[in-house]
């Protein structure tokens, strides 16, 4: 802490030094003058500083009003404006006052400077008088305040040479040394202010001692410090860590004003709102050495910034100008101005979507999961409308495709505005479908992919053909026809197995004589209906879904290719006549039996009812043609959706259902090979879908 003591000692003696330079540079004036022209000069001298004193504040008052007038004619403030104007006038009128008035005592400095050359002729041979009471007085102070310096030299150098011995002691810790090098350079640098302050002193000296004779008091002899190269002024030629480049005292003499340079904190490239403030530190050096003048700091743009206890605050977005001043003083020119101006921008935003890119019509609605750095709450809409539509924070799913989805922050005071956008494919469903030869072990293989042929996977591969399969409204779990368990030992009889969806869970719940047709799970997967008997007495059978509770429900004629009403109350089937097969109905007890379609010589067989509940579809066959008709759940409305045409004679058995009911899946010999495709039930326009050679599509959420 010593060194702190030092600086308030120096900075006491410093000011002392500025009174008493003030004294003896008004009272004795060049050229030489009676006693009463130097009273008159020190009174004029003394009115001219007040003077100056009162017309820089003038002029502070009217650069102030000038500021305040163009914001309020900014801001629309007709009051304001005419308030700050009558401001600005009045300052003015007080600096016209002030300038005269130094005018007039410019003119009066110089008559009594031209009387002063008269004396000069008319006692140019006279002899200086020997130095009076009050002069000596003033040379006893000066002197006293010298001594003072040089004993603050002498103590100073002790501290220099201790700091240097321990900077340059490697026994000490390295946070030992790096603190005697910040000793070091703060004594020396101290050492420069004694110096300044001696040099101060020897012009007062010298200003007494030139206007007489014979002074009671004399200078003592000057103390030069020997912690450096020997030389007073104090440069450091030293080889110690850290105290190379010190700064040259500032020139203290009687010819001028010293310069000084105002040193403002580092600023940034840019201030952040998020900061709030932004810590200043403004300083008047001279040679680089600090002169304890107050800079004054103020805000050219006082809605984008402020200072406030010494730190630029900033109010809102734009460009924050600062500029500071210091005016001087007797022993010091004003500085140059400094003007710096600094963007002050809202910190950026990001935002992230944190949900998958890809879903299924039938997984609607879907919450919306986005983050953003600020924290602040996001805003959701959609860019497809048509594909999907937001409300709040859930995205409702309307028709496959790319749903657009928009996250916008509109920002704050500190945020900036931010929106991205995140690219969301959605399918209608997915299909399960059969290749014949499997992938790679030769056997009928059952797969499960999205409507768009992506995330294809097979759930039931060999060692035997997997065929004939149906599956729950939910899709999750699947029953099919498969002779797995005896193919190896040359048993071709097939059974009725259940696997989830993801090909898990696979189980035989049939034994016994073949089960001809595929087996059919109700919606809610607690049922499944099958066609056993020979080709001329099959016949519709259901039991519970893990093979218990088996029933016959029709007992005449050849009855198959049944299908599930979509409340799973009912089911609809074909009855196969000697030259004819209409659709039918009956409960799940086998009664209320009702016929649908009655068409003489035409065949039609395997109804579907829609997901719905609204629509029946089903196969046609003229005998040589098949086509595929849709009518309305009561039997009206009937008509062809295709097989006509360009697609005659061209439609395999085998369709389904989309799960919004809009659509069917469906086989068709597409030159000469049988390929999957999707038509609108509505339009009927065809659009091939990607499953290669699947065959028997089924069509599930």
């Known amino acids: 802490m010593r060194w702190h003591s030092l600086k308030l000692l120096l900075v006491h003696l410093f000011s002392i030094s500025l009174i008493l330079s003030l004294l003896t540079s008004v009272s004795y004036a060049k050229p030489p003058c009676t006693n009463l022209q130097k009273s008159q000069l020190t009174n004029l001298q003394q009115q001219a500083f007040q003077t100056k004193t009162f017309l820089d504040r003038a002029k502070n008052d009217f650069t102030k009003a000038k500021l305040n007038y163009e914001q309020q004619v900014a801001a629309g403030s007709q009051s304001g404006a005419s308030k700050a104007r009558i401001d600005m006038e009045a300052a003015q009128i007080r600096i016209d006052r002030f300038n005269r008035s130094l005018g007039e005592n410019d003119k009066a400095v110089a008559e009594i400077k031209k009387k002063c050359d008269a004396n000069t002729k008319t006692k140019s041979s006279a002899k200086k008088k020997s130095c009076n009471q009050i002069e000596n007085a003033t040379l006893k102070t000066v002197v006293l305040q010298y001594q003072i310096q040089q004993d603050t030299k002498r103590l100073l150098n002790a501290y220099i040479k201790d700091a240097q011995t321990n900077a340059q002691n490697y026994f000490l810790t390295p946070s030992r040394r790096a603190q ?143 500029i500071a001043n210091q005016p001087g003083n007797i022993n010091f020119l004003p500085a140059e101005e400094v003007s710096l101006t600094t963007p002050v921008v809202r910190s950026k935003q990001s935002i992230g979507f944190a949900m998958s890119s890809r879903f299924r019509l039938a997984e609607s609605p879907v919450t919306i999961v986005a983050n953003t750095n600020s924290g602040l709450d996001i805003e959701f809409e959609s860019k497809a409308t048509s594909i999907c539509k937001v409300e709040g924070a859930k995205v409702y799913f309307l028709a496959s495709g790319e749903c657009v989805l928009e996250a916008i922050q509109g920002g704050d005071a500190y945020w900036a505005p931010s929106s991205v956008q995140a690219k969301i494919t959605l399918v209608n469903g997915r299909i399960i479908s059969h290749t014949y030869g499997g992938a790679t072990d030769g056997y009928t293989d059952i797969y499960i992919s999205d409507s768009d042929g992506a995330n294809r996977k097979t759930i039931a591969s060999g060692p035997a053909d997997d ?61 499944i209906s099958f066609v056993k008997g020979e080709d001329k007495n099959r016949q519709i059978f259901v039991m519970n879904s893990d093979g218990s509770g088996q029933k016959q429900l029709t007992f005449e004629g050849v009855n198959a290719n049944q299908s599930w009403a979509p409340d799973g109350r009912r089911l609809i089937y074909t009855s196969y006549s000697a030259d004819n097969c209409d659709l039918w109905s009956m409960d799940l007890d086998g009664n209320r039996k009702t016929q649908i379609t009655k068409t003489p010589k ?100």
């Open 180 to 322: 005697a090098n910040m000793d070091l350079n703060r004594y020396i640098q101290e050492y420069q202010v004694a110096l300044a302050q001696e040099q101060l002193l020897k012009r007062q000296y010298n200003e007494v001692v030139e206007g007489c004779v014979n002074p009671a008091h004399r200078l003592p002899a000057t103390f030069d410090g020997n912690w450096g190269s020997g030389s007073s002024s104090g440069s450091s030629s030293q080889a110690s860590p850290g105290t190379t480049n010190i700064p040259q005292p500032c020139k203290l003499d009687s010819s001028s004003k010293n310069p000084q340079k105002i040193s403002l904190s580092t600023f940034p490239k840019v201030f952040s709102m998020l900061d709030r403030k932004f810590a200043l530190e403004a300083k008047s050096l001279c040679n680089s050495i600090d002169t304890n003048l107050v800079v004054e700091v103020k805000s050219q743009t006082p809605t984008i910034c402020n200072i406030e206890n010494s730190s630029i605050v900033f109010i809102r977005e734009g460009n924050c100008t600062i």
């Open 467 to 527: 065929i004939a399969y149906s599956a729950t409204k939910d899709g999750k779990k699947i029953a099919f026809l498969s002779a797995r368990d005896t193919w190896s030992s040359g048993d071709r009889t097939y059974q009725i197995f259940v696997v989830n969806d993801d090909g898990s869970n696979m189980l035989r719940i049939t034994s016994g004589p073949e089960i001809k047709e595929s087996p059919k799970i109700s919606p809610d997967g607690n049922l």
């Open 602 to 701: 035409v065949c039609e067989f395997s109804p579907k009812w829609s997901p719905d509940g609204k629509s029946l579809a089903f196969m046609v066959s003229d005998g040589g043609t098949q086509y595929i008709d849709v009518m309305n759940a009561d039997g009206s409305g009937r008509f062809r959706l295709i097989g006509e045409g360009e697609w005659s004679n061209r439609v395999r058995s085998g369709f389904s259902w989309s799960p919004n009911s809009e659509e069917i899946a469906l086989v068709l010999n597409n030159a000469g090979r049988w390929q999957t495709f999707g038509i609108s039930v509505r339009s009927k326009v065809l659009k091939v879908m990607p499953f290669g050679i699947g065959l028997n599509p089924i069509w599930i959420p």
